[in-house]
Protein backbone atom coordinates (compact mmCIF):
# COMPACT_ATOMS: atom_id res chain seq x y z
CA UNK A 1 0.00 0.00 0.00
CA UNK A 2 1.22 3.47 -0.94
CA UNK A 3 2.68 5.74 1.84
CA UNK A 4 0.78 9.41 2.24
CA UNK A 5 3.13 10.12 4.49
CA UNK A 6 6.96 9.71 5.32
CA UNK A 7 8.36 10.72 8.59
CA UNK A 8 11.94 11.27 9.61
CA UNK A 9 13.58 12.58 13.16
CA UNK A 10 16.72 14.01 12.12
CA UNK A 11 19.59 15.64 14.26
CA UNK A 12 20.81 17.84 11.58
CA UNK A 13 23.63 20.26 11.41
CA UNK A 14 23.14 20.96 7.60
CA UNK A 15 21.15 19.23 4.82
CA UNK A 16 22.32 21.07 1.23
CA UNK A 17 19.71 22.59 -0.87
CA UNK A 18 17.21 19.86 -2.14
CA UNK A 19 13.34 20.14 -3.60
CA UNK A 20 10.37 17.51 -3.63
CA UNK A 21 8.56 17.60 -7.11
CA UNK A 22 5.12 15.84 -5.63
CA UNK A 23 5.75 16.21 -1.69
CA UNK A 24 4.79 19.08 0.96
CA UNK A 25 7.05 19.07 3.21
CA UNK A 26 6.60 20.31 7.10
CA UNK A 27 9.15 20.81 9.11
CA UNK A 28 8.97 20.85 13.02
CA UNK A 29 11.50 21.37 15.67
CA UNK A 30 11.84 19.22 18.17
CA UNK A 31 14.63 20.48 19.76
CA UNK A 32 17.38 23.64 19.35
CA UNK A 33 16.94 25.93 16.46
CA UNK A 34 17.69 25.52 12.86
CA UNK A 35 18.03 28.23 10.12
CA UNK A 36 15.64 27.48 7.18
CA UNK A 37 16.48 28.92 4.02
CA UNK A 38 13.73 28.95 0.97
CA UNK A 39 14.36 30.38 -2.03
CA UNK A 40 15.66 33.91 -1.04
CA UNK A 41 13.82 33.94 2.70
CA UNK A 42 15.69 33.23 5.70
CA UNK A 43 13.42 31.96 8.45
CA UNK A 44 14.59 31.34 11.76
CA UNK A 45 12.67 28.77 13.76
CA UNK A 46 13.36 27.45 17.24
CA UNK A 47 11.44 24.29 19.54
CA UNK A 48 8.14 24.03 18.96
CA UNK A 49 7.93 25.80 15.15
CA UNK A 50 6.28 24.49 12.85
CA UNK A 51 7.29 25.07 8.87
CA UNK A 52 5.92 24.25 5.73
CA UNK A 53 7.83 23.95 2.56
CA UNK A 54 5.63 23.81 -1.34
CA UNK A 55 6.85 21.65 -3.46
CA UNK A 56 9.10 22.39 -5.99
CA UNK A 57 10.64 25.24 -3.48
CA UNK A 58 14.33 25.27 -2.81
CA UNK A 59 15.05 24.96 0.60
CA UNK A 60 18.16 24.42 2.56
CA UNK A 61 18.76 24.09 6.62
CA UNK A 62 22.01 25.23 8.63
CA UNK A 63 21.87 24.44 12.43
CA UNK A 64 24.35 24.26 15.61
CA UNK A 65 22.71 20.71 16.14
CA UNK A 66 18.71 20.22 16.42
CA UNK A 67 16.33 17.73 16.37
CA UNK A 68 13.61 18.14 14.04
CA UNK A 69 10.53 16.03 12.40
CA UNK A 70 10.32 16.32 8.95
CA UNK A 71 7.05 15.10 7.00
CA UNK A 72 7.09 14.37 3.66
CA UNK A 73 3.56 14.88 2.20
CA UNK A 74 2.01 13.39 -1.14
CA UNK A 75 -0.40 15.68 -2.01
CA UNK A 76 -1.92 13.98 -4.58
CA UNK A 77 -3.22 11.34 -2.27
CA UNK A 78 -5.55 14.16 -0.43
CA UNK A 79 -7.36 14.77 -3.95
CA UNK A 80 -10.89 13.70 -1.79
CA UNK A 81 -10.30 16.75 0.63
CA UNK A 82 -9.55 19.25 -2.21
CA UNK A 83 -9.17 18.35 -6.21
CA UNK A 84 -6.70 21.21 -6.24
CA UNK A 85 -4.82 19.99 -3.47
CA UNK A 86 -1.41 19.95 -5.07
CA UNK A 87 -1.32 23.28 -5.87
CA UNK A 88 -2.60 24.85 -2.52
CA UNK A 89 0.35 26.64 -0.82
CA UNK A 90 0.27 26.99 2.44
CA UNK A 91 2.27 29.01 4.73
CA UNK A 92 2.68 29.41 8.21
CA UNK A 93 2.23 33.40 8.56
CA UNK A 94 4.57 33.31 11.63
CA UNK A 95 7.07 33.12 9.30
CA UNK A 96 7.12 36.18 8.06
CA UNK A 97 5.18 38.85 11.06
CA UNK A 98 4.68 37.45 14.11
CA UNK A 99 1.36 38.73 15.38
CA UNK A 100 -1.44 36.91 18.31
CA UNK A 101 -3.52 34.59 15.52
CA UNK A 102 -5.96 33.59 17.35
CA UNK A 103 -6.35 29.71 18.03
CA UNK A 104 -2.97 29.61 17.20
CA UNK A 105 -1.55 27.87 19.96
CA UNK A 106 -4.54 25.47 19.58
CA UNK A 107 -4.32 24.68 16.76
CA UNK A 108 -0.40 24.17 16.49
CA UNK A 109 -1.12 22.04 19.15
CA UNK A 110 -3.26 19.79 17.14
CA UNK A 111 -1.03 19.75 14.23
CA UNK A 112 1.99 18.69 16.00
CA UNK A 113 -0.37 15.82 17.66
CA UNK A 114 -0.90 14.48 14.21
CA UNK A 115 2.71 14.72 13.20
CA UNK A 116 4.06 12.71 16.23
CA UNK A 117 1.39 10.14 15.90
CA UNK A 118 2.47 10.08 12.11
CA UNK A 119 5.88 9.39 12.91
CA UNK A 120 5.28 6.98 15.61
CA UNK A 121 2.69 4.64 13.96
CA UNK A 122 3.76 4.94 10.47
CA UNK A 123 5.11 1.34 10.29
CA UNK A 124 3.35 -0.40 12.73
CA UNK A 125 0.20 -2.44 10.63
CA UNK A 126 -1.80 -2.62 13.58
CA UNK A 127 -2.38 1.38 13.57
CA UNK A 128 -3.10 1.64 9.50
CA UNK A 129 -6.63 2.75 10.09
CA UNK A 130 -5.89 5.46 13.10
CA UNK A 131 -2.87 6.45 10.65
CA UNK A 132 -4.93 7.14 7.34
CA UNK A 133 -7.51 8.88 10.28
CA UNK A 134 -4.99 11.11 11.40
CA UNK A 135 -3.13 11.57 8.17
CA UNK A 136 -6.76 12.88 6.82
CA UNK A 137 -7.35 14.72 10.16
CA UNK A 138 -3.81 16.57 9.39
CA UNK A 139 -4.87 18.10 6.17
CA UNK A 140 -7.64 18.99 6.86
CA UNK A 141 -6.35 21.42 9.48
CA UNK A 142 -4.18 22.17 7.08
CA UNK A 143 -6.18 23.41 4.51
CA UNK A 144 -8.34 25.06 6.72
CA UNK A 145 -6.17 26.73 8.84
CA UNK A 146 -2.50 27.17 6.98
CA UNK A 147 -3.47 28.02 3.08
CA UNK A 148 -3.27 31.02 1.22
CA UNK A 149 -4.84 33.87 3.34
CA UNK A 150 -5.91 36.82 1.60
CA UNK A 151 -4.89 39.25 3.97
CA UNK A 152 -2.04 39.09 6.82
CA UNK A 153 -4.09 40.11 9.91
CA UNK A 154 -5.74 38.66 12.55
CA UNK A 155 -9.19 38.52 11.20
CA UNK A 156 -8.01 35.75 9.46
CA UNK A 157 -10.13 36.96 6.27
CA UNK A 158 -10.22 33.65 3.47
CA UNK A 159 -11.20 33.15 -0.43
CA UNK A 160 -14.63 31.93 -0.56
CA UNK A 161 -15.00 28.58 -2.35
CA UNK A 162 -15.83 29.91 -6.05
CA UNK A 163 -12.46 32.59 -5.28
CA UNK A 164 -10.27 29.89 -4.22
CA UNK A 165 -10.90 27.67 -7.02
CA UNK A 166 -10.43 30.52 -9.68
CA UNK A 167 -7.05 31.28 -8.12
CA UNK A 168 -5.94 27.51 -7.76
CA UNK A 169 -6.53 27.26 -11.05
CA UNK A 170 -4.34 30.17 -11.80
CA UNK A 171 -1.95 28.11 -10.04
CA UNK A 172 -1.94 25.28 -11.99
CA UNK A 173 -2.39 26.89 -15.26
CA UNK A 174 0.80 28.52 -14.33
CA UNK A 175 2.63 25.38 -13.30
CA UNK A 176 1.46 23.55 -15.82
CA UNK A 177 2.76 26.13 -18.35
CA UNK A 178 5.68 27.30 -16.86
CA UNK A 179 8.08 26.60 -19.60
CA UNK A 180 6.38 28.98 -22.06
CA UNK A 181 5.76 32.87 -22.46
CA UNK A 182 2.65 33.66 -19.81
CA UNK A 183 0.29 36.41 -20.81
CA UNK A 184 -2.88 37.67 -19.05
CA UNK A 185 -5.18 36.90 -22.06
CA UNK A 186 -4.20 33.30 -21.91
CA UNK A 187 -5.00 33.36 -18.09
CA UNK A 188 -8.47 35.15 -18.30
CA UNK A 189 -9.67 32.72 -21.00
CA UNK A 190 -9.29 30.06 -17.76
CA UNK A 191 -10.93 31.98 -15.16
CA UNK A 192 -13.40 34.11 -16.79
CA UNK A 193 -12.89 37.41 -15.65
CA UNK A 194 -12.34 40.52 -17.58
CA UNK A 195 -8.70 42.90 -16.95
CA UNK A 196 -10.26 44.63 -14.34
CA UNK A 197 -11.52 42.42 -11.93
CA UNK A 198 -8.66 39.96 -12.37
CA UNK A 199 -5.80 42.46 -11.51
CA UNK A 200 -7.96 42.89 -8.39
CA UNK A 201 -8.04 39.43 -7.63
CA UNK A 202 -4.83 38.69 -7.87
CA UNK A 203 -3.48 41.43 -6.10
CA UNK A 204 -6.14 40.73 -3.31
CA UNK A 205 -5.33 36.38 -3.17
CA UNK A 206 -1.58 36.57 -4.00
CA UNK A 207 -1.20 40.34 -2.32
CA UNK A 208 1.18 40.68 -5.98
CA UNK A 209 0.19 41.32 -9.34
CA UNK A 210 0.01 38.68 -11.88
CA UNK A 211 3.32 39.82 -13.31
CA UNK A 212 5.23 39.35 -9.80
CA UNK A 213 3.31 36.04 -9.17
CA UNK A 214 4.17 34.86 -12.62
CA UNK A 215 7.78 35.98 -12.47
CA UNK A 216 8.77 34.44 -8.90
CA UNK A 217 6.95 31.03 -10.08
CA UNK A 218 9.24 31.06 -13.05
CA UNK A 219 12.43 31.83 -10.10
CA UNK A 220 11.08 28.55 -8.06
CA UNK A 221 11.45 26.42 -11.71
CA UNK A 222 14.90 28.15 -12.29
CA UNK A 223 15.96 27.32 -8.64
CA UNK A 224 15.18 23.85 -9.21
CA UNK A 225 17.04 23.51 -12.34
CA UNK A 226 20.07 25.37 -10.76
CA UNK A 227 19.87 22.64 -8.03
CA UNK A 228 19.26 19.33 -9.78
CA UNK A 229 21.08 19.88 -13.73
CA UNK A 230 23.88 20.98 -15.39
CA UNK A 231 22.08 23.15 -17.62
CA UNK A 232 23.88 26.31 -18.35
CA UNK A 233 22.11 29.70 -17.07
CA UNK A 234 20.85 30.20 -21.09
CA UNK A 235 19.33 26.71 -21.38
CA UNK A 236 17.81 27.33 -17.85
CA UNK A 237 16.10 30.68 -19.23
CA UNK A 238 15.06 29.23 -22.69
CA UNK A 239 13.14 26.12 -20.24
CA UNK A 240 11.48 28.63 -17.94
CA UNK A 241 9.77 30.61 -21.45
CA UNK A 242 12.68 33.47 -20.45
CA UNK A 243 14.27 34.61 -23.70
CA UNK A 244 15.82 37.70 -22.73
CA UNK A 245 19.22 36.56 -20.45
CA UNK A 246 19.48 40.52 -19.70
CA UNK A 247 15.80 40.29 -17.88
CA UNK A 248 16.46 36.71 -16.70
CA UNK A 249 19.91 37.88 -15.05
CA UNK A 250 18.19 41.55 -13.45
CA UNK A 251 15.37 39.35 -12.43
CA UNK A 252 17.60 36.84 -10.54
CA UNK A 253 19.64 39.47 -8.77
CA UNK A 254 16.66 41.47 -7.78
CA UNK A 255 15.16 38.83 -5.73
CA UNK A 256 18.73 36.72 -4.78
CA UNK A 257 21.40 39.61 -5.05
CA UNK A 258 23.89 38.04 -6.99
CA UNK A 259 24.19 35.99 -10.45
CA UNK A 260 22.97 32.65 -10.60
CA UNK A 261 26.36 30.98 -11.60
CA UNK A 262 27.58 32.24 -7.92
CA UNK A 263 23.96 31.08 -6.48
CA UNK A 264 24.94 27.81 -7.92
CA UNK A 265 28.61 27.66 -6.91
CA UNK A 266 27.51 28.63 -2.92
CA UNK A 267 24.39 26.51 -3.15
CA UNK A 268 26.70 23.51 -4.22
CA UNK A 269 29.37 24.30 -1.06
CA UNK A 270 26.45 23.58 1.57
CA UNK A 271 27.06 19.74 2.25
CA UNK A 272 24.67 16.82 3.73
CA UNK A 273 25.44 16.38 7.99
CA UNK A 274 22.59 14.95 9.79
CA UNK A 275 21.57 11.50 10.92
CA UNK A 276 18.30 9.99 11.07
CA UNK A 277 17.24 8.49 14.23
CA UNK A 278 14.15 8.29 16.84
CA UNK A 279 12.77 9.99 19.61
CA UNK A 280 14.82 8.34 21.83
CA UNK A 281 17.90 10.28 20.91
CA UNK A 282 15.90 13.58 22.26
Do not use: W
Not at 117 to 134: G, V
Amino acid sequence: MLNRTVAQMIYVESIKPHLHYDELEIILVLKGKITLYKMERKVELKEGDIAFVNRKVSHYIKSEGAYILSILVKLSEFKHIYDKMEYVEFLAIDEMIQYNRPLKQKLDTCTIDYLVFIFQHQNNQRFRSELFFYEDQLMHTLFATYQLRININEKEEYLDNELLNRYYRVVQYVSDHINEKIVVDDILKEVYMNPTYFSQFMKKTSVVGFKEFVTYRKLIAVMGYIIDSDYSMSEIALLVGMTDMKTFYTLFKRYFLQSPAKYRKHLLEIEDNYDVGNMENI
